[in-house]
């Protein structure tokens, strides 16, 4: 059964600042990782999808590595902003067998505050 | 392209009633996940569907149901509300092609269920 673990589980830094959020799984074998960003009572809004061929992908202040074969993803945000505040959650889509096709599992997301 | 539409976005109802949640893909995707986000448990997963099948399901008791038309329109269907229901309610949408699994999902605003 796949599992999905976030570290930390909340953050607090000053704006500016670079930081990294982590996400470990304990089955390699995935379609693709996906980050998503909540802000409270909000749906998921996606950031960044790595599929398993890759090893990173960017956006913006936004970058995603993934090393498939340790079970690791991991989200930097550069030059963080109060506007990024927020919870941020990865999941993976599980590459198993007939039963699993659409399934994301999630982990319990890292809540990121901002301050000035 | 319109995004993925969930209503309503917020109902009441109490115990022993039964709800209706509602949710509308983007535009040329088949497939349509749900997910159940509570403070305790996180997002877990639901049940996907596809072309109108249901594809995947997850560990819900029977009274949480689903059907999918012909438009990929999908709803979802809570009987005998439990107080433990209360939750945010989330749908996926993704093009869901075996043939593509590597694709991204994207979340509707959520549902916001409280049963009292």
């Known amino acids: 059964k796949q599992e999905v673990t976030q570290i930390p589980a909340a953050l607090s830094v000053p704006e500016g600042e670079n930081l990294v959020l982590n996400c470990s799984f304990t089955d390699s074998a995935i379609y693709n990782l996906q980050w998503f960003r909540q802000d409270p009572g909000k749906g998921l809004t996606s950031l960044l999808l790595i599929q398993s061929s890759q090893r990173e992908q960017t956006s913006g202040r936004l970058n995603a590595s993934l090393d498939k074969s340790s079970g690791r993803s991991t989200l930097y945000i550069a030059a963080s902003q109060p506007g990024d505040s927020a919870t941020y959650l990865c999941?993976?889509?599980?590459?198993?067998?007939?039963?699993?096709?659409?399934?994301?599992?999630f982990g319990q997301g890292t809540i990121l505050t901002v301050h000035p | 392209k319109a995004g993925v539409t969930q209503t309503p976005r917020y109902l009441i109802k109490t115990r022993g009633q039964q709800v209706t949640l509602s949710c509308s893909p983007i535009?040329?995707?088949?497939?349509v996940s749900w997910y159940q986000q509570t403070p305790g448990q996180g997002l877990q997963f639901l049940f996907e569907y596809f072309s109108e099948t249901q594809r995947n399901k997850g560990n819900f008791p029977g009274r949480f149901s689903g059907r999918q038309f012909s438009n990929s329109r999908s709803e979802m269907n809570v009987s005998t509300l439990e107080l433990g229901d209360s939750a945010l309610y989330l749908c996926?949408?993704?093009?869901?092609?075996?043939?593509?699994?590597?694709?991204?999902?994207?979340f509707g605003q959520g549902t916001r269920l409280t049963v009292v």
């Open positions: 535009s040329g995707h088949r497939s």
């Open positions: 999941a993976v889509r599980q590459r198993a067998g007939g039963t699993s096709y659409g399934k994301l599992t």
């Open positions: 996926a949408s993704s093009s869901g092609q075996t043939t593509s699994m590597n694709t991204e999902a994207f």
